[in-house]
């Protein structure tokens, strides 16, 4: 990635060294209009603050806050950008400023099929924006219906670790150590309780063709939109598509939306046919797509295959990554792990896989959540916002179309919020009420205001009920001669953000 971002910065640099020369000549730059700016790093000519991002900006970034403050002002090629990095800036966004800043700046890559205009991450706020709030409220992650599917979590979970444990056997019968990738399991587990939820079955299995076809296509949709884009940064240049992202994403997420398309349709016969099935998440939006065609309260036939999409990216890696990062870091730390098993062997007991019911029982587990979340947010630095209006924010001046950061990953690491706040440590949460939920400004992995991830209650079940099993039904050791002193715990970019290397563990079934 630092190889494709190097090349495209130097054919940006070669392509404008000439207007670069030529605004140096005219005047020199003026503090005019600048002074009350929040402070930030002098950038070079035409290209700005982009080399001070790196290949891993929020990390960069949160760095950047020790030397010009929780407000941080990047001039990112023609792109202003504001980025908030600590508890207090986010309370003051959050709080006083959600509607000013509330519009989204989208990255070029996701206006590929429209995606941008009928997905609910990345449309404006206005009434199709309320619709999908609505829906997804109502239809989709509302408490009854999440407590409706918990045998769709159940379901996938317990293929999940049928799937570990038979794998991890057939490699020790080969003579093998047993080691697997629990990232790829828990990505599995993941695509399709999603798949359960919204179109009735499992897309990954040794019978789905078609379903490894849409794991494929949407596996390429995660890497292009993960990759830094020279067209984000130059808006004039989207026309070029210089680096030829927005090329590929036309084409990988074309194939998903026609796979989609078959599934669509393959519903809508059932449907018609009246087999009578668990209603379903796209069985909704069929209906909004039925006879109010034209109306404010429709979604178009590209729309649903767009929404259908958006589940799938938001849902699958975020949650399977949030797990496998809580993995690690209870496999670096023997002693924490220790405490998890022994809650769960006190509540759960020796002989019995842990149920949804019990992790009210469990403050320690659901301790370790919010602290793998605090360290490890999904999105580092949540989806980009963007400013409707000229705002003065504590004190600062921020024009209209300014691009907004929101720094998760640095305010859970933001020292006048968090005492030793680079250590994983699950007990600072136990008797806290600090939650994750958007009221809490301190830690805010989902987001907070009215553009708050609408998936949290579902996560939140899915996250803690995996964890837990992974937890209880199993003893594990670290694979590839790793110890917990030596475990690579860099990240990789990507639509979340992943451990660099895989977590490889061997694991040995306790419960039956």
Same mark, same amino acid.
């Given at each position: ?6 090349? !495209?910065?130097?054919?940006? /640099? ?7 020369l030529?605004?140096?000549?005219i ?8 002074? +009350?700016?929040?402070p ?35 001039k $990112?090629? #023609? ?12 309370? @003051? ?5 959600? !509607?000013?800043f509330?519009?989204r700046k989208? %990255? ?14 990345? #449309? ?12 997804? /409220?109502?239809?989709?992650h ?8 918990a ?21 020790? !019968? ?17 695509? +399709? ?14 019978? /789905? *063709? ?10 390429k ?6 990759? =830094?884009?020279?067209a984000?940064?130059?808006?004039f ?23 989609? !398309?078959?599934?669509?349709a ?25 006879d109010?065609?034209?109306? %404010? ?13 958006e ?7 975020t ?15 023997p ?5 998890? *098993? @022994? ?6 007991? %020796? ?21 793998? $979340?605090?360290?490890h ?11 409707l209006?000229?705002?003065n ?11 907004i ?27 806290s ?5 958007g ?44 110890? =917990? ?11 979340a ?9 061997? =694991? ?5």
């Amino acid at each position: 990635m630092e190889l494709e971002w190097t090349c !495209a910065l130097l054919f940006c /640099s070669l392509l404008f060294l000439a207007t670069c020369l030529l605004l140096l000549l005219i005047k020199k730059p003026s503090d005019k209009g600048t002074q +009350n700016r929040p402070p930030g790093p002098p950038g070079w000519p035409v290209i700005g603050n982009m080399l001070d991002l790196g290949s891993i900006p929020h990390q960069t970034l949160y760095r950047l806050h020790f030397e010009y403050g929780p407000i941080l002002w990047l001039k $990112l090629g #023609s792109v202003s950008t504001m980025v908030v990095q600590s508890a207090k800036a986010a309370t @003051e966004l959050f709080k006083n400023h959600d !509607a000013d800043f509330c519009d989204r700046k989208c %990255p070029d890559s996701l206006t590929a099929h429209n995606f941008n205009l009928g997905a609910l991450s990345l #449309s404006q706020c206005g009434v199709y924006w309320r619709l999908l709030r609505r829906l997804y /409220s109502m239809e989709l992650h509302v408490n009854k219906r999440i407590n409706e599917t918990a045998h769709i979590r159940r379901k996938c979970i317990d293929n999940m670790l049928r799937f570990i444990e038979e794998d991890a056997a057939a490699a020790r !019968a080969r003579g093998e150590s047993g080691e697997v990738n629990l990232a790829h399991y828990l990505f599995v587990m993941a695509f +399709n309780l999603i798949g359960n939820v919204v179109l009735s079955k499992d897309l990954l299995d040794s019978q /789905s *063709k078609e379903g490894h076809e849409f794991y494929d296509a949407m596996n390429k949709v995660f890497e292009w939109a993960g990759k =830094p884009n020279v067209a984000d940064y130059f808006p004039f240049l989207k026309w070029l598509d210089p680096v030829g992202i927005k090329r590929n994403m036309v084409r990988d997420m074309g194939r998903t939306m026609k796979i989609i !398309a078959r599934l669509v349709a393959e519903r809508a016969e059932e449907k018609k046919l009246a087999r009578e099935k668990e209603k379903n998440f796209l069985d909704v939006l069929l209906e909004y797509q039925g006879d109010k065609k034209g109306g %404010p309260d429709t979604i178009s036939e590209q729309n649903v295959k767009i929404i259908v999409s958006e589940i799938f990216f938001g849902g699958s890696e975020t949650t399977s990554s949030t797990i496998e990062w809580g993995m690690a870091e209870l496999l670096c730390k023997p002693d924490l792990m220790r405490k998890a *098993k @022994e809650e769960l062997n006190s509540i759960v007991g %020796p002989s019995r896989k842990v149920e949804e019911s019990d992790i009210g029982d469990l403050p320690y587990l659901r301790a370790v959540v919010k602290e793998t $979340l605090r360290l490890h947010p999904p999105f580092p630095l949540l989806l980009p916002r963007n400013a409707l209006q000229n705002t003065n924010y504590m004190g600062y001046s921020v024009p209209k179309n300014t691009q907004i950061f929101v720094n998760a990953w640095a305010i859970g690491r933001d020292p006048d919020a968090w005492e030793d706040p680079l250590s994983f440590k699950p007990e600072r949460f136990l008797g806290s009420q600090i939650d994750y939920k958007g009221q809490n400004y301190e830690l805010i992995p989902f987001g907070a205001g009215r553009r708050i991830c609408v998936g949290i209650l579902l996560a939140e079940r899915v996250i803690h009920l995996a964890l837990a099993s992974l937890i209880h039904c199993f003893d594990w050791e670290l694979g590839n001669s790793t110890t =917990p002193e030596t475990m690579d715990m860099n990240e990789r970019m990507g639509i979340a953000v992943r451990k660099l290397v895989p977590l490889l563990v061997q =694991p040995k079934k306790r419960i039956v």
